[in-house]
């Protein structure tokens, strides 16, 4: 199969409070790929924001988690892969840390998930099964287990992408193993809590909590499909069949005012919004097939002011298109053909979107007609990720280096 996962796909001595800005996790502040902050630059120069700073990294796919000061992420080189933590203002290297062995893929090397940082701990998983947690504050590493190897999970195609999702107490996970297709461990010790889900195989997809009529869930999108359980004992509460070709289901379910849940995937799926409750979701519209209006192959669609914006289609680097669409009904609003490969991040009304050609865009979100307002050339053409929004800071990356750059307004 000619295919590659691309982006699977984000200070000092003590452990400081988050701030306001910060991207803790896959996602950012509210798992939704949006920054709450404002006041960000609506134009920029030719040569696009200044750089603050650019430091070497290494191979991998894993965005940037900005927390306290930090600046921590998962990069590849000399035969290992590395937790890298630096000072998120300076750029310099305040620790880093080993936490497994390189992971080769013929499709792409590195690590894919993007670290989570809660308090004084930052947790990692690994592609090749660890699952880690580490100091914040010197990056010794507090707890590891391997989930592929202690629940006999079976080795992804592309190798291990959902990023942790710390929730209360707990640690929620996919080892995709015999009676253990999802899991929870405590965060402190990574005592098992629970597993459930039966024998499903992992999907590529972070999990992610919400809460329904008061009934908080933690949404797991597996080899299998999309469902939910109880937090703290892993009931299951509802599940919706979702069969993607190659056990492709990638992106994470994006959650839409407080009931509402897109879903989407490639290989000619297609997407669906569902109405949730205690009980089994209600479809309220569905595009399926490769004329659907969003087929987010691995990068997550983001939503704003009744409209979602996303790259579809199918993994090609020239074939994919950035599509608007109207999220209560499903209505296509404009289609940019060919717009090549690429991830959105949102903030401010605007798009930050990192291109596969090494540009990194800035438009509008306008339901009506695709609306650039600037574009710069930043990164090398090796794979960059999901923009990192935090503290006026714009954090991206390569295959080779970690950026960071000034979209203050002025």
């Known amino acids: 199969m000619k295919k590659s996962l691309f982006a699977l796909l984000i200070t000092g001595s003590i452990a400081l409070p988050l701030h306001a800005g ?23 120069p030719k040569a696009g924001p200044k750089l603050l700073w650019k430091v070497p990294g290494g191979e991998g796919y ?20 590395y937790v890298l933590a ?3 203002v300076k750029g310099t290297k305040l620790w880093e840390t080993k936490v497994a062995a390189a992971y080769k893929n013929g499709y792409g090397n590195g690590p894919r998930g993007t670290p989570t940082i809660d308090g004084k701990h930052v947790y990692v998983h690994s592609p090749s099964g660890p699952l880690s947690c580490l100091e914040a504050d010197g990056g010794k590493i507090v707890w590891a287990i391997d989930l592929l190897k202690d629940f006999t999970g079976k080795k992804l195609s ?24 999802v899991a929870a461990f405590n965060k402190m010790t990574g005592k098992l809590v629970w597993k459930a889900g039966g024998d499903d195989q992992a999907g590529y997809s972070t999990p992610m ?34 069969t993607t070709g190659y056990d492709c289901n990638i992106c994470t379910p994006l959650l839409i005012g407080k009931d509402q849940l897109f879903v989407s995937s490639g290989e000619d799926v297609g997407c669906a919004m569902f109405k949730l409750s205690a009980a089994a979701p209600e479809v309220l519209w569905e595009s399926k097939g490769k004329k659907s209006v969003m087929e987010n192959y691995w990068a997550n669609s983001v939503y704003h002011d009744g409209y979602l914006y996303g790259i579809t289609g199918h993994f090609d680097v020239k074939k994919m298109h950035l599509n608007c669409v109207e999220a209560k009904s499903g209505k296509q609003m404009w289609t940019i053909k060919n717009y090549g490969k690429c991830a959105l991040t949102l903030a401010d009304g605007h798009l930050f979107i990192t291109h596969f050609s090494g540009e990194v865009v800035l438009a ?13 050339k930043v990164l090398n053409e090796r794979r960059p990720t999901n923009a990192t929004i935090a ?4 954090y991206v990356r390569d295959h080779d280096n970690i950026y960071c750059l000034d979209i203050a307004g002025k």
């Not at 910060?22 to 920029?44: F, K």
């Not at 965005?63 to 930090?70: E, F, K």
């Not at 592309?158 to 297709?181: E, F, H, N, Q, R």
Request: aromatic share 10%; with cysteine; glycine share 12%.
């Open 22 to 44: 910060d991207w803790p996790h896959w996602m950012g502040p509210n798992r939704n790929g949006a920054s709450p902050e404002t006041g960000l630059l609506t134009t920029w």
């Open 62 to 81: 894993s965005t940037v988690a900005i927390a306290a000061g930090r600046a921590i992420t998962q990069v590849q080189h000399d035969g290992g892969e």
């Open 86 to 88: 630096l000072d998120a």
């Open 158 to 181: 592309w190798g291990m992408a959902a990023s942790p999702l710390i929730d209360g107490d707990l640690v929620y996970a996919l080892p995709g193993g015999k009676g253990a297709a």
């Open 209 to 242: 909590p919400l809460t329904v009529g008061g009934q908080k869930q933690i949404v797991f999108f597996n080899a299998a499909g999309v469902f939910a359980t109880t937090p703290d004992d892993g009931k299951e509460l509802w599940r919706v069949a979702w």
């Open 364 to 376: 509008a979100c306008n339901p009506q007609k695709y609306e650039e307002k600037a574009r710069a």
């Open 391 to 394: 503290n006026q800071r714009l």
